[in-house]
Every structure is written in C-alpha cells, then in structure tokens.
C-alpha cells in the first residue's frame, strides 16, 4: 500500500469534512438543512459536528479507496480493513481540525 496515497486520501476526507461542516460555499444548503430540522434534533448535530462528518465521509471513502484506489493488501481482509481505514480517515480528520483555524 503506498503510503502517500493513504495520506492523499486522508486529506481528501478532511478537506470534504471541512466543506460539508463550515466553508462558506455550502454555507447556504447546510442552514437550509438545518432550518429544516427540529431543534436540538441529533440530525442537526451530525451536520454540524465534524467528528461525525468526517466519519459519515470517511465509510463512504473507505471502500472506493481500499478497492478502487490502491490500498488493497493481499492477505489482509476487506471486512476488517475497510471499517478501521474509515475510522483512521476519521480519526485523522479530527487531528487535524485541532490546527484548523475557526
């Protein structure tokens, strides 16, 4: 498994996690999500929680990446890799956004 494309993909999540969570240019579809939730529904917290972003992203990148992108291992098994590269990408995302500036 190339190491860079792991840390390519990584930063993928994170920089998707970001867009979904707080970047001005979906600024308008995520308030009108939200307008549309009830409040304090745990719906509305997922939205804005870049934990849980980066995770729903994360199982959605996880499988692509493993089987399509390149980090496929021969002998370790898909059932147990693609669920903890999800919540490595996850985990890296959540790293990384103690650096980020609000």
Do not use: H
């Not at 994170?14 to 969570?21: C, F, G, Q, Y």
């Amino acid at each position: 498994m190339p190491a860079v494309l792991l840390i390519v993909y990584a930063l993928a999540v994170s920089r998707l996690t970001k867009l979904v969570n707080s970047d001005r240019i979906l600024k308008a579809p995520r308030t009108a999500l939200l307008k549309r939730l009830p409040e304090g529904s745990i719906w509305a917290y997922f939205l804005v929680c870049p934990w849980c972003v980066s995770m729903w992203i994360g199982f959605v990148a996880a499988p692509v990446t493993w089987w399509w992108g390149g980090l496929q291992v021969d002998g370790v098994p898909s059932a147990l890799a693609v669920p903890a590269l999800a919540l490595a990408y996850s985990a890296f995302t959540g790293y990384l956004g103690q650096f980020a500036e609000d």
